[in-house]
């Protein structure tokens, strides 16, 4: 398999500095946005980015190109993370089923970017969580389809009926005279 | 091999990927441009998901912080490494340039002849000189 990061993680497991430089540079931002879009707040993604690094610093030197690309290793990973910390907010709901819509969202004033932006984050932490990260992982991290099922580690199937649950609902919370 | 896409497959996509091309399935993706051209109300279809991906694009996350990507950095086993290598060489400088003192200090020393203090070395000897002198000279 081409692994587009893969010259990248060889020398970052070899310990070039620059290389390390640039892969922080590189992931950094995509990994945090990843793990703000499925915590939510900043409370917790900066602990799950630092831990997620520390295994990337660990894996990279031992990591064998052609099964996977790094980069969907990583969000493999940033997902067990996430979901372990929500778990430990005792956040998840008990089932995968439709949340009802956050009645915030119809509220006065949703006009401005950052207002919309919140507005959009609100209903994404709505959603059920096998929900958003198919979301997350296909709109904002821009995987492909079968990197997104494979960090989900789901069928292509059921990546695309999380993906069309989760956008019936979002839809059913977003759309409203103020947004 | 030649992929045909339905109606069904069609909205199932839509539904799933939304309107951004760069989103569906990269092996359906042509037959989906060569379906979109044979079916009329596509178009409906198309404006129809595009909106929930505007709502979507609405999303902005803040950039990480800078202490963020230091300790990130930091934690980076080789730039450990590389911190601890720049650490033994400032010490190793700094114990060159101590022991060079202590030689230069010492060779000096050993050249320069020492100073005669009056009444150095005798037993009556004190700071201000000799007691028993001091006595005599009452």
């Not at chain 1, 190109?65 to 008990?94: I, K, S, Y």
């Amino acid at each position: 398999m081409d692994d587009p990061d893969g010259e990248l993680i060889r020398r970052v497991g070899a310990g070039d500095t620059q290389a390390i430089e640039q892969f922080v540079r590189l992931k950094l931002p995509r990994m945090t946005a990843l793990a703000h879009r499925l915590l939510g707040d900043m409370r917790d993604v900066e602990d799950v980015v630092q831990e997620l690094f520390v295994r990337v610093w660990r894996q990279a030197p031992r990591w064998r190109p052609g099964q996977a690309r790094f980069d969907t290793w990583m969000h493999r990973v940033a997902l067990n993370l996430c979901t372990d910390r929500l778990r430990r907010r005792r956040e998840l709901p008990l089932s995968d089923s439709w949340d009802a819509p956050d009645p915030a969202l119809n509220a006065d004033g949703l006009i401005e970017q950052a207002e919309r932006s919140v507005a959009v984050d609100k209903a994404l932490q709505a959603l059920p969580p096998r929900q958003r990260e198919a979301i997350v992982l296909i709109y904002y991290q821009h995987l492909t389809p079968q990197e997104a099922a494979t960090a989900m580690d789901v069928g292509a199937e059921a990546l695309e009926s999380l993906l069309a649950r989760g956008r019936r609902t979002l839809r059913a919370m977003l759309k409203g005279p103020e947004l | 091999m030649r992929i045909e896409i339905t109606d069904e497959r069609f909205r199932e996509i839509l539904d799933a990927y939304g309107a951004d091309p760069a989103n569906w399935p990269g092996a359906e993706r042509a037959a989906i441009f060569a379906h979109l051209r044979g079916v009329v109300d596509a178009a409906v279809a198309l404006e129809e998901a595009g909106e929930l991906d505007t709502m979507l694009a609405w999303s902005m996350v803040p950039p990480p912080s800078v202490a963020l990507h230091e300790s990130v950095l930091a934690c980076a086993p080789k730039m450990r490494m590389a911190r601890r290598v720049r650490l033994w060489w400032a010490g190793l400088a700094l114990a060159t340039v101590a022991t060079a003192g202590a030689f230069a200090g010492a060779a000096a020393a050993s050249v320069l002849s020492p100073i005669e203090l009056p009444g150095y070395g005798r037993a009556d000897a004190t700071a201000f000189g000799s007691v028993l002198e001091a006595g005599n000279e009452e």
